[in-house]
């Protein structure tokens, strides 16, 4: 017998606090849709009323599998419920359920609201009470509650009894400031329920300021509560919420939670975890975090040597689920940490096997550590590592030469007066049948400032006529760009390393010079030859 | 009565393994000094023999008042201590500690090692005393301990109990996997303490893979753990290991670890904590995590209404510390009462002395939060901050105005088939009286790869006559050149931090665009000025 855990999703509402971050009503409508996919069993929209984005978001409303929730806080004191016209901005949402957050901690009541603690108890049970003659399913964040405990058990224990008995379905154990770690959560969390509030109505939202906000949310669970609040990618105010993608793998694949109790996400919904880890990075911009649990590009990179050639002979060796469970990938990078049984393992990652002891392992080795030398990194270029493997082993194809680029970067005064900053490139290419050609991309905006530099230009204009590659060339778009001032031998010199994508697949390469536009242009190239040689396109 | 908890760092060897990092020989010292400084324990320095790095850091060795040390492997089955060819190149380091890991889950050992359990156990104790007969502090990884025990309780402990028993100062036990939780450490570092081994002699070495590192590093500790094995930032291996930054402020400023506990770390060194952070980014030219615990710029950010609001008349109400300790700041988006105090402190830094209340506080402070949420950074280029600063006040003289530049970076074949790199830059300038001037730089290489690129060629035109204040100009030389693709509004712009001498001071500029070219050419042109302010020059 498994006992049911429920997932509420604030990245709507909670996320949306994170510095910088402001969803438009089209994202909120994706990642919505997301998380109803995923299985998370209540999607909290955001707070109807506070501003117009989330107005918005209610009056359009995803139709969601998940239960839609509105945010907003309980009744003010000298006033009815029915009277409150915040609150009743809220209930205009309609949502099947609403979340009230309300005061719990007894300095929080007399110091920011400025009421009696008596008329604080009322305001929760009014509000709560409210919700349920409204049909609707209330559900009471209980703000500040640990903070509130530690100061005062009796009355914080009263504020979420009072929410409880006006018929709360489910009392959350807010830890607001994020300070409170996890023996506290789960001695504070075993209180409650002894003071009468069962666990199968108990809910826990955490924060991550001392770094523990997954393991709080686990210890609220093992003391008995049954609902966990959090976000996609731990999304925030602050340090963040909760990282639901990282704790909803941990319940679905680790003792004992994993044989104890069963949640809305089904097993087959559990690969895409990587997909909408990234979807939403992809949504707000941002760079995805390699370093985080399960679903980082880095989660299951091996670059210790000796880590490298256990993998080899078995992946459990030191890796502590499958990748493919969550959506990830293993990855054996190069650096000139390791040596010939990482180099096999990462050969046969992108599809090159070699027996051990074959002699190109050293000369591939060799090559690869004094382009190190030089200032390249191979870690996460994999692609170009790829093409430096193959030119060893006589197996990269010669697609095309480069006989001259040519790109300039201007900025001037405009007939109308006005500065402008311009970008032009000029790209010459030979292919094997002796024709050259040569293409162009030339850029002018009005603004100050606005164009996007030497760099873009020489990418257009390689991707503007690539002869008989065009096809396989027109969807590849650059992802990232990252430039480092590093050491090549004695003198320093620029790394650039890009990351692409057409779409499906995703790449990286590596170019080094003192040139930062010969660089670019290194890795640009090296990640044109790679798509080619992906696509399984032959030599024109 | 506190008890002594001690901290050793191995961001110079776990930290090491993380995708994309790779440490010269300057910057871990650099990396030291500040882990001493702080007041780590134990520095482990990387792994003597393992690659040339490693071995040339210890040959060039930190003088530390934390015990350095060096990370091996215990000796192979087969031979004895003395005869191991890996385990001689640990010792020739000559550190006051070694640490060697070693198996303990059985699996691991017949199967990555191919050796019998008793044989695995000879070498923990053997390479164990023969640290000790040579008067190293002996340490030992217990590799794969917890998922070890969890598989065969008995040989696991077998495994500790013979390094403790040949003299091991400390019995380290790794969660290498990094996927076990934290009731699970608790309870099987508990059995290891039973078994015999006294938690003053244990240490835990916890990775992030679950998001739990933190958790399972204070969970060990509950249990009775005495030494805490982490990095800075988090560092290391796949999601990286336990997080000191956060660790270290948690151990300080929280119950109940504050007042049972004592750290090396002294009250004076957590305020450097902030900046300790930083500079890792800095070495790493890394974005620093926004939402880190303690230490991140949005860590204390407070950008909910209503906890902006209460934060005015406490910050209790949603802090759970003061950021001031750890070195960090509050920011309050909507309200800039905070900010001017700051501001006031900065400006006079820079010699600009202005009333508490003058209004022109809160325009520098706008255009200063405008120009941040561009992508513009002033914390380390204050030579631009100051600019701003007197553009506003109206004490910034028109030197010069820059009519026009262009730069072109070519590469091609030369009269002789070989490939040449060349850029080429010019600058038209004009002068208050009206005067135009155009200079040029020209720079060709024979060799592949070896020019400088645009940025050079265009310092180099704009330094070759700026007419009447070239006598100021001429010493002025570029010493680093930082580059980062960071957020401006919606669009991922190139920020440029370049920082400049004359040989007697130093000083640094920034500049952004979505064209590097053009980024750099505002910092540039805004260090030409600083130079030119900071010698009295008056405008010709």
Not at 149 to 162: G, R
């Amino acid at each position: 017998m498994t006992e049911r855990l429920y997932l509420f999703d604030t990245t709507l509402r909670d996320g949306q606090q994170t510095q910088g971050v402001q969803f438009s009503t089209p994202e909120k409508m994706a990642i919505a849709k997301s998380l109803d996919e995923l299985g998370i069993d209540y999607i909290e929209g955001g707070w109807p009323g506070a501003n117009p984005t989330d107005s918005e978001f209610f009056h359009v409303r995803p139709q969601t599998r998940a239960t839609f929730t509105a945010f907003g806080m309980t009744k003010r004191a000298g006033r009815s419920a029915e009277n409150d016209d915040v609150l009743a901005q809220v209930m205009q949402a309609e949502t099947p359920a609403v979340c009230l957050v309300g005061k719990t901690h007894d300095f929080h009541v007399t110091t920011a609201l400025g009421i009696t603690l008596e008329e604080n108890l009322e305001n929760i049970s009014a509000s709560v009470a409210y919700l349920k003659r409204e049909n609707r399913e209330p559900l009471f964040d209980a703000e500040h509650f640990f903070d509130g405990y530690k100061a005062n058990p009796d009355y914080a224990l009263s504020c979420v009894l009072a929410a409880y008995e006006a018929g709360a379905r489910w009392v959350v154990l807010c830890d607001t400031n994020g300070g409170t770690l996890p023996k506290e959560v789960e001695a504070i969390t075993r209180a409650v329920i002894d003071a009468g509030i069962p666990g199968d109505h108990l809910g826990i939202h955490t924060h991550n300021d001392t770094g523990n906000a997954v393991a709080n949310s686990l210890a609220a669970v093992d003391a008995g509560a049954r609902q966990i609040q959090g976000t996609l990618n731990g999304l925030g105010e602050r340090c963040g919420n909760a990282n639901l993608i990282t704790i909803i793998p941990t319940l679905m694949l680790k003792e004992p939670y994993k044989s104890v109790y069963e949640i809305g996400v089904p097993q087959e919904a559990l690969i895409s975890l990587t997909r909408v880890s990234r979807q939403l990075d992809d949504i707000l911009n941002r760079v995805p975090t390699k370093s985080a649990p399960y679903v980082g590009g880095s989660a299951f990179v091996h670059k210790a040597g000796l880590h490298a050639s256990a993998i080899l002979k078995d992946p459990t060796t030191y890796e502590h689920i499958d990748p493919a469970l969550v959506g990830n990938e293993r990855v054996v990078p190069m650096s000139n940490q390791a040596g010939q049984s990482n180099l096999r393992a990462r050969l046969q990652a992108v599809g090159i096997a070699l027996e051990k002891g074959d002699p190109h392992l050293s000369e591939i080795l060799d090559a690869v550590k004094a382009r190190e030398d030089q200032g390249y990194a191979y870690d996460s270029a994999e692609a170009s590592f790829e093409l430096v493997a193959r030119g060893i082993l006589g197996t990269l194809p010669n697609y095309f030469d480069v006989e001259r680029y040519r790109v300039i970067s201007e900025r001037r005064r405009n007939a109308k007066g006005r500065i402008v900053v311009e970008s032009e490139a000029m790209v010459t290419v030979r292919y094997p049948d002796g024709v050259e050609k040569t293409s162009f991309f030339k850029n002018e905006h009005p603004q100050e400032m606005s164009d996007d530099g030497p760099v873009n230009a020489i990418w257009l204009a390689l991707q503007a006529d690539l002869g008989p590659y065009q096809a396989s060339i027109e969807p590849v778009k650059l992802t990232d760009f990252k430039v480092r001032i590093t050491q090549g031998g004695i003198e320093a010199v620029t790394r650039v390393i890009i990351d692409f994508t057409d779409g499906e697949k995703r790449w990286s390469t590596v170019g080094v010079s003192s040139n930062i536009v010969d660089a670019s242009f290194a890795a640009l190239l090296d990640a044109l030859v790679w798509k080619l040689l992906d696509d399984g396109v032959r030599p024109a």
